[in-house]
Protein backbone atom coordinates (compact mmCIF):
# COMPACT_ATOMS: atom_id res chain seq x y z
CA UNK A 1 0.00 0.00 0.00
CA UNK A 2 1.43 2.76 -0.77
CA UNK A 3 1.02 5.96 2.03
CA UNK A 4 1.81 9.81 1.25
CA UNK A 5 2.99 11.25 4.26
CA UNK A 6 3.37 14.63 5.44
CA UNK A 7 6.20 16.09 7.82
CA UNK A 8 5.35 19.04 9.21
CA UNK A 9 8.73 20.33 10.58
CA UNK A 10 7.87 23.35 13.46
CA UNK A 11 9.03 26.07 15.34
CA UNK A 12 7.06 26.21 18.39
CA UNK A 13 6.86 29.36 20.99
CA UNK A 14 7.41 28.66 24.18
CA UNK A 15 4.41 28.56 26.75
CA UNK A 16 2.18 30.27 23.75
CA UNK A 17 -0.30 28.06 22.38
CA UNK A 18 -2.58 30.41 20.76
CA UNK A 19 0.57 31.31 18.50
CA UNK A 20 0.62 27.49 18.17
CA UNK A 21 -2.22 26.25 17.67
CA UNK A 22 -2.35 29.18 14.58
CA UNK A 23 0.54 27.08 12.96
CA UNK A 24 -1.78 24.15 12.32
CA UNK A 25 -4.06 24.51 9.89
CA UNK A 26 -1.88 26.38 7.17
CA UNK A 27 0.53 22.96 7.19
CA UNK A 28 -2.82 20.75 7.05
CA UNK A 29 -3.79 22.83 3.90
CA UNK A 30 -0.35 22.27 2.77
CA UNK A 31 -0.26 18.50 3.14
CA UNK A 32 -3.88 18.24 1.33
CA UNK A 33 -2.74 20.52 -1.49
CA UNK A 34 0.01 17.96 -1.96
CA UNK A 35 -2.28 15.28 -1.62
CA UNK A 36 -0.63 13.67 1.71
CA UNK A 37 -2.87 10.53 3.15
CA UNK A 38 -1.26 11.71 7.09
CA UNK A 39 -0.03 15.16 8.21
CA UNK A 40 2.49 14.36 11.39
CA UNK A 41 3.39 17.19 13.92
CA UNK A 42 6.26 17.39 17.09
CA UNK A 43 5.86 16.67 20.49
CA UNK A 44 4.33 19.50 22.86
CA UNK A 45 3.44 21.68 19.95
CA UNK A 46 0.56 23.51 21.88
CA UNK A 47 3.32 24.51 24.76
CA UNK A 48 6.58 23.59 24.47
CA UNK A 49 8.44 22.87 27.36
CA UNK A 50 7.06 25.21 29.53
CA UNK A 51 6.43 23.02 32.39
CA UNK A 52 6.44 25.50 35.34
CA UNK A 53 3.43 26.88 33.81
CA UNK A 54 1.29 23.70 32.84
CA UNK A 55 -1.54 24.86 34.92
CA UNK A 56 -1.87 27.92 32.79
CA UNK A 57 -1.07 26.67 29.37
CA UNK A 58 -1.82 23.33 29.64
CA UNK A 59 -5.05 21.55 27.14
CA UNK A 60 -8.17 20.74 29.91
CA UNK A 61 -8.77 17.31 28.64
CA UNK A 62 -7.22 18.15 25.58
CA UNK A 63 -10.30 19.34 24.47
CA UNK A 64 -9.37 22.61 22.30
CA UNK A 65 -6.63 20.19 20.19
CA UNK A 66 -9.55 17.17 19.47
CA UNK A 67 -11.60 19.77 18.44
CA UNK A 68 -9.04 21.63 15.78
CA UNK A 69 -7.70 18.28 14.78
CA UNK A 70 -11.31 16.80 14.30
CA UNK A 71 -12.44 19.52 12.27
CA UNK A 72 -9.29 20.05 10.10
CA UNK A 73 -8.99 16.47 9.54
CA UNK A 74 -12.90 16.32 8.12
CA UNK A 75 -12.57 19.09 6.24
CA UNK A 76 -9.24 18.57 4.59
CA UNK A 77 -10.14 14.49 4.54
CA UNK A 78 -6.83 13.49 5.91
CA UNK A 79 -5.51 11.41 8.87
CA UNK A 80 -4.44 14.18 11.16
CA UNK A 81 -1.43 12.76 13.78
CA UNK A 82 -1.37 15.29 16.02
CA UNK A 83 2.24 14.78 17.53
CA UNK A 84 1.77 15.63 21.22
CA UNK A 85 0.32 18.16 23.45
CA UNK A 86 0.51 18.83 27.12
CA UNK A 87 -3.15 17.86 28.76
CA UNK A 88 -4.56 18.10 32.08
CA UNK A 89 -6.77 15.52 32.27
CA UNK A 90 -8.17 14.12 36.11
CA UNK A 91 -6.27 16.59 38.15
CA UNK A 92 -2.63 15.28 36.51
CA UNK A 93 -0.62 16.52 33.58
CA UNK A 94 0.34 14.43 30.40
CA UNK A 95 2.21 14.36 27.06
CA UNK A 96 -0.67 13.37 25.01
CA UNK A 97 -0.97 12.19 20.85
CA UNK A 98 -4.61 12.45 19.46
CA UNK A 99 -4.40 10.95 16.09
CA UNK A 100 -7.84 11.35 13.93
CA UNK A 101 -9.24 9.81 10.52
CA UNK A 102 -10.54 11.87 7.55
CA UNK A 103 -13.85 11.50 8.96
CA UNK A 104 -12.90 13.73 11.56
CA UNK A 105 -13.38 11.16 14.00
CA UNK A 106 -10.77 10.19 17.18
CA UNK A 107 -8.49 7.02 15.87
CA UNK A 108 -6.33 6.51 19.12
CA UNK A 109 -4.84 8.83 21.93
CA UNK A 110 -1.55 7.92 23.24
CA UNK A 111 0.20 9.42 26.62
CA UNK A 112 4.17 8.89 27.01
CA UNK A 113 5.32 6.31 28.67
CA UNK A 114 8.44 7.10 29.28
CA UNK A 115 9.09 10.38 31.01
CA UNK A 116 12.34 12.43 30.54
CA UNK A 117 14.41 13.38 33.19
CA UNK A 118 16.56 15.99 31.83
CA UNK A 119 13.76 17.77 30.85
CA UNK A 120 11.98 17.03 34.28
CA UNK A 121 9.53 15.57 32.56
CA UNK A 122 8.63 13.00 35.62
CA UNK A 123 8.89 16.09 38.20
CA UNK A 124 5.48 17.40 36.32
CA UNK A 125 3.94 14.82 33.99
CA UNK A 126 2.27 11.52 34.82
CA UNK A 127 3.14 8.46 32.45
CA UNK A 128 0.91 6.82 30.47
CA UNK A 129 0.55 2.92 30.59
CA UNK A 130 -1.61 1.93 27.14
CA UNK A 131 -0.47 1.14 23.66
CA UNK A 132 -1.14 3.03 20.78
CA UNK A 133 -2.35 1.25 17.78
CA UNK A 134 -4.42 3.16 14.98
CA UNK A 135 -4.62 2.46 11.20
CA UNK A 136 -4.16 4.35 8.00
CA UNK A 137 -5.77 3.00 4.81
CA UNK A 138 -5.99 -0.33 6.05
CA UNK A 139 -2.24 -0.46 7.09
CA UNK A 140 -1.42 -1.03 11.04
CA UNK A 141 0.19 1.96 12.79
CA UNK A 142 1.51 3.15 15.73
CA UNK A 143 3.45 5.81 17.32
CA UNK A 144 5.46 6.94 20.43
CA UNK A 145 7.01 9.96 21.32
CA UNK A 146 10.62 11.33 21.79
CA UNK A 147 12.25 9.31 24.96
CA UNK A 148 10.25 6.25 24.05
CA UNK A 149 12.95 5.49 21.37
CA UNK A 150 15.37 4.38 23.89
CA UNK A 151 13.13 1.66 25.06
CA UNK A 152 13.56 -0.82 22.28
CA UNK A 153 11.32 -3.42 24.37
CA UNK A 154 8.26 -0.98 23.86
CA UNK A 155 8.66 -0.48 20.56
CA UNK A 156 9.08 -3.94 20.06
CA UNK A 157 5.91 -4.54 22.00
CA UNK A 158 3.85 -2.48 19.48
CA UNK A 159 5.44 -4.22 16.57
CA UNK A 160 3.94 -8.05 17.64
CA UNK A 161 0.35 -6.36 16.65
CA UNK A 162 1.89 -6.28 13.30
CA UNK A 163 2.51 -2.45 12.63
CA UNK A 164 4.24 -1.83 10.08
CA UNK A 165 4.45 2.22 10.49
CA UNK A 166 6.00 3.35 14.15
CA UNK A 167 5.36 7.20 14.16
CA UNK A 168 7.41 9.44 16.77
CA UNK A 169 7.06 12.69 17.44
CA UNK A 170 10.09 14.62 19.28
CA UNK A 171 11.11 17.86 20.80
CA UNK A 172 14.80 15.92 20.61
CA UNK A 173 17.88 18.85 21.53
CA UNK A 174 20.62 19.62 18.68
CA UNK A 175 23.61 18.18 20.49
CA UNK A 176 22.10 14.44 20.36
CA UNK A 177 20.97 15.03 16.28
CA UNK A 178 23.66 12.26 15.68
CA UNK A 179 21.61 9.41 18.12
CA UNK A 180 18.80 10.37 17.25
CA UNK A 181 19.53 9.37 13.52
CA UNK A 182 20.89 6.29 14.80
CA UNK A 183 17.96 5.32 17.08
CA UNK A 184 15.25 6.29 14.48
CA UNK A 185 17.60 3.58 12.26
CA UNK A 186 17.87 0.88 14.63
CA UNK A 187 14.00 0.86 15.57
CA UNK A 188 13.40 0.58 11.98
CA UNK A 189 15.70 -1.95 11.16
CA UNK A 190 14.86 -4.42 14.38
CA UNK A 191 11.17 -3.95 14.01
CA UNK A 192 11.27 -4.26 10.04
CA UNK A 193 9.19 -1.20 10.32
CA UNK A 194 8.88 2.17 8.37
CA UNK A 195 9.16 4.91 11.26
CA UNK A 196 8.46 7.94 10.64
CA UNK A 197 9.60 10.96 12.95
CA UNK A 198 8.86 14.47 13.35
CA UNK A 199 10.94 17.01 15.67
CA UNK A 200 10.51 20.18 16.31
CA UNK A 201 12.97 23.26 15.20
CA UNK A 202 14.04 26.46 16.86
CA UNK A 203 15.08 26.81 20.69
CA UNK A 204 13.39 27.42 24.38
CA UNK A 205 15.12 28.60 27.16
CA UNK A 206 16.83 25.87 27.99
CA UNK A 207 17.85 24.35 24.71
CA UNK A 208 17.62 24.12 20.79
CA UNK A 209 16.10 21.87 18.75
CA UNK A 210 17.97 20.05 15.71
CA UNK A 211 14.69 19.19 13.50
CA UNK A 212 16.37 16.39 11.36
CA UNK A 213 12.67 14.60 10.89
CA UNK A 214 13.03 11.92 8.65
CA UNK A 215 11.55 8.15 7.12
CA UNK A 216 13.65 5.56 7.53
CA UNK A 217 12.43 2.34 5.84
CA UNK A 218 12.56 -1.40 7.08
CA UNK A 219 16.12 -1.54 6.27
CA UNK A 220 17.20 1.05 8.20
CA UNK A 221 17.69 3.65 5.01
CA UNK A 222 17.34 7.72 5.79
CA UNK A 223 14.99 7.83 2.72
CA UNK A 224 14.28 11.41 3.73
CA UNK A 225 15.65 13.61 5.68
CA UNK A 226 15.09 17.22 6.79
CA UNK A 227 17.48 20.12 8.11
CA UNK A 228 16.80 22.53 10.69
CA UNK A 229 14.50 24.65 9.50
CA UNK A 230 10.90 24.88 10.03
CA UNK A 231 9.47 23.49 6.68
CA UNK A 232 6.80 21.13 5.40
CA UNK A 233 7.68 17.83 2.94
CA UNK A 234 5.62 14.65 1.57
CA UNK A 235 7.16 11.73 0.68
CA UNK A 236 5.42 8.64 -0.49
CA UNK A 237 5.98 5.06 0.67
CA UNK A 238 5.29 1.67 0.03
CA UNK A 239 4.54 -0.57 2.87
CA UNK A 240 5.22 -4.11 0.63
CA UNK A 241 8.71 -3.21 1.74
CA UNK A 242 7.91 -4.56 5.48
CA UNK A 243 6.75 -7.60 3.82
CA UNK A 244 9.56 -8.06 1.56
CA UNK A 245 11.82 -7.50 4.66
CA UNK A 246 9.85 -9.76 7.27
CA UNK A 247 9.51 -12.35 4.05
CA UNK A 248 13.29 -12.38 3.66
CA UNK A 249 14.53 -11.91 7.34
CA UNK A 250 11.94 -13.38 9.63
CA UNK A 251 13.20 -12.23 12.72
CA UNK A 252 9.63 -12.26 14.76
CA UNK A 253 9.42 -15.86 14.42
CA UNK A 254 12.55 -16.30 15.45
CA UNK A 255 12.29 -14.66 18.29
CA UNK A 256 12.49 -17.08 22.01
CA UNK A 257 10.34 -14.73 24.28
CA UNK A 258 10.81 -17.25 27.01
CA UNK A 259 14.11 -16.52 27.34
CA UNK A 260 13.24 -12.71 27.39
CA UNK A 261 13.61 -10.11 30.56
Given at each position: ??I??A?A?????????????????P?????????????????????????T??????????Q????????????Y???????S????????????????????K???????????????????L??G??????????????????Y???????L??????D?????????W??????Q????????????????????????D?D???????????????????LD??????V???????????????????????????
Amino acid sequence: MKIKIALAQLDITFGDPDKNFAQIEPNVRKAAEQSADIVVFPEMWNTGYDLTRLDQVADKNGQRTQALLGKLAKKYQMTIHGGSVSTEKDGAFYNTTYIFGPDGKLLTTYDKVHLFGLMHEDEYLASGVEEDHFQIKGIDAASVICYDIRFPEWLRTLSLDDSRILFVPAEWPTSRIPQWRRLLAARAIENQSFVVAVNRVGSDPDNPFGGHSGIYNPMGDEIVTLDDQPQLKVFTIDTKETDDARGFMPVFEDRRPELYR
